[in-house]
């Protein structure tokens, strides 16, 4: 309205001062009209251009109103649109307003004299449209279902009827999409805006563009495509760790959601390769990135094919397969050797090194008379759990063949260990030593030891041990020798052989599943002796008397020694005989008066390790001796 409203004022005006111009004129006057010239049509935009023109003759009269006209249709005149530009005969330009955007005009620049009014050449020109246009990373965030796009509107006109009243995104499957199609609707007005892509179908390529409508209609940008994401969600399934009879450990890693966010995960198993969620699964949350799973309910020694599993909206997508097969349930156990052999007990255990699969919830040893023993059997309880563990056999019968076996018991049931044999020891009996002496033995505690000084003149392999009857040759020994007290055989059968020390360390003394005692042996039958009332009187360390034979002492007339009440000794059963000793430099001694026997374990470069009383005492003396002297041997048995 106000357009038109200064047009007409325009042209009112020039038509008054044109009439009033020629009015002034005498009818004898006669005027040519000016010579104008159209100049080219400038700064085009939507709405506005610039024009003028040039007058390059008066026709011989001022040139009192000059400008351009315009219109839609050809030869333009002042009866139209025009402006009116300063009076003159200089260039003029012309400001062009009130277009209509898209649209052709004709423009011709005027002026008017005394002669009238005069035109210049047409000019044609087109005035802009909308310019709307896409960056160049229009589309962005593409999922499966989603995606971003949005346009730029570079104008939308200078007048009311030209602004924008709906602008957004319009998209197909196939190219030149319109707001026919699928679309968004983002505001109004000019600039930039973003513009959210929905509902789309994975892996499809979609075709967009911008679009922007106001009075005149619909504009559309430049066209882009994009595809949507395939919904295949990339993961991983982890190695199967702490496989149990029941249960296993798993889990997954999703790298890539397939562009739609992971609703659901975890992994899905079978006793068939390429499980599904149709199968046994776990739910383990959902999103990207690791997650673990526990897999229970699961059947002994089977196996299980197992892989990770993600569902978002277009689907649910696995991953990589892998195996395990769950432990039999079956306990690897081993049963230790018997050691600590009495007469009535033992000890025994065994090590759990595998619980097949379930927690070990009982564990000892069982053992019988006869072979393959059960927990039917006389058994121990040692906890649970792996590991090592020890076992005290109590309740047995000297001189008796026992089997035993380590068991552990778990929700599947027994398993047993290897089985081992011992025989607990006889209270009495008797050994032959190679070349055919016999012994009697005793039980002593923990302990079975020879009640009888060793009397052999051949190692255990046959071999014979050196006679050394010569005192001096005797003295200068660093070798193995034996002799007989006073180098008189009858002594052999009373109180057996003496030997150095060097016979005793070649290991071959004692006959086969014997030994010398060592010097730990000798502790252990006094600390036996002292802590079981074989002292003097019922307590205390003083044990010789419990270990001294009934007869062949001095007698003493000190009370509680050795010598003294002979008939009162031994209550052990050691039964320890005065054999006396040979002196290092050879000559014998004591006889009648003291014992001494060796242990295995040397104290000193020449000295070594033995045990002796006398009857004038009543304690068992620990001493070093030197290696050449000649001293009686107890043997005891290797368990």
């Keep these: 309205m106000k357009k038109h409203f200064n047009t007409l004022i325009n042209l009112f005006s020039l038509l008054i001062f044109t009439s009033l111009f020629f ?11 000016a010579t104008v010239e159209t100049n080219q049509v400038t700064s085009i935009t939507e709405a506005t251009a610039a024009c003028g023109g040039i007058i390059s003759a008066d026709g011989g009269s001022e040139v009192t109103a000059r400008g351009v006209c315009w219109n839609t249709s050809p030869t333009p005149t002042i009866e139209n649109d025009t402006t009116i530009d300063a009076a003159g005969t200089s260039a003029f330009t012309s400001s062009i307003k009130g277009l ?13 004299n005394k002669g009238g009014v005069s035109y210049g050449l047409n000019v044609i020109f087109t005035t802009k449209t909308y310019s709307i246009t896409t960056t160049p990373i229009a589309i962005s965030l593409v999922t499966a279902t989603s995606a971003i796009g949005g346009g730029n509107i570079m104008s939308d006109g200078d007048s009311s009827s030209l602004t924008v009243i709906a602008r957004g995104v319009c998209w197909n499957t196939f190219p030149s999409p319109t707001i026919e199609n699928s679309k968004t609707s983002d505001g109004v007005g000019g600039g930039r805006y973003t513009s959210n892509i929905d509902s789309l179908i994975a892996f499809t390529t979609y075709y967009v563009r911008a679009y922007a409508t106001n009075g005149n209609g619909t504009i559309y940008g430049n066209e882009v495509s994009f595809t949507t994401q395939s919904g295949i969600i990339g993961l991983t399934t982890s190695t199967i760790s702490s496989i149990t009879a029941f249960t296993a450990t798993c889990g997954g890693n999703i790298t890539v959601d397939g562009g739609a966010p992971i609703t659901e995960r975890g992994i899905c198993w079978n006793i068939s390769p390429s499980p599904t969620i149709a199968n046994s699964k776990t739910a383990n949350g959902n999103g990207s990135g690791t997650f673990t799973s526990t897999i229970t309910g699961l059947t002994l020694g089977t196996t299980y094919y197992v892989r990770s599993y993600a569902t978002n909206s277009v689907g649910t997508s696995y991953g990589n397969e892998v195996s395990f097969t769950t432990l039999s349930g079956v306990i690897g156990l081993t049963t230790d050797a018997a050691t600590a052999i009495t007469a009535y007990t033992a000890t025994s255990g065994g ?9 070990v919830t009982a564990r000892g040893v069982c053992w019988s008379t006869t072979s393959e023993p059960t927990i039917a059997n006389s058994k121990t309880a040692n906890g649970s759990g792996t590991g090592t563990f020890t076992s005290g056999i109590t309740g047995l019968t000297p001189g008796t063949t026992y089997y035993v076996r380590s068991y552990a018991t778990n929700s599947v049931g027994t398993s047993y260990g290897n089985e081992v044999i011992f025989t607990t020891l ?28 060793l009397k052999t003149t051949k190692y255990n392999d046959g071999t014979s041990i050196p006679l050394v009857s010569d005192g001096t040759a005797w003295s200068a020994l660093t070798t193995p020798g034996y002799c007989f007290y006073d180098n008189d055989v009858a002594n052999k059968s009373s109180f057996g052989a003496l030997y150095n020390w060097y016979t005793v360390n070649t290991g071959k003394l004692a006959p086969t599943g014997w030994h010398v005692p060592t010097d730990a042996d000798w502790n252990t039958l006094q600390t036996y002796l002292t802590n079981n ?12 008397k419990s270990m001294a034979s009934t007869f062949g ?3 003493s007339t000190t009370e509680g020694t050795v010598g003294n009440d002979q008939a009162s000794n031994n209550s052990s059963g050691f039964a320890g005989l005065p054999g006396g000793y040979r002196y ?19 104290s000193s470069e020449a000295g070594a390790l033995g045990r002796g009383f006398s009857y004038e005492v ?22």
């Design 553 to 555: 002492w001095n007698s």
């Design 23 to 33: 009015n002034s004129c005498t009818p004898e006057e006669t005027f040519a009209k």
């Design 100 to 112: 209509s955007p898209g649209t052709t005009y004709y423009v011709r620049a005027y002026a008017v």
């Design 584 to 602: 290092s430099y050879g000559e014998f001694r004591n006889i009648g008066d003291a014992g001494y026997w060796w242990s295995s374990m040397e």
């Design 351 to 359: 090590t759990i090194s595998s619980d097949g699969g379930a927690p």
């Design 533 to 544: 009332g074989y002292g003097y009187g019922g307590s205390g360390s003083h044990i010789a």
């Design 618 to 639: 009543n304690w068992l003396v620990k001493y070093g001796y030197s290696k050449r002297s000649g001293f009686s041997v107890r043997c005891i048995r290797d368990y």
């Design 426 to 453: 006889a209270l009495k009996g008797t050994v032959t030593d190679v070349e055919g002496n016999v012994y009697n033995f005793i039980a002593i505690g923990t302990q079975t030891w020879m009640v009888e000084n």
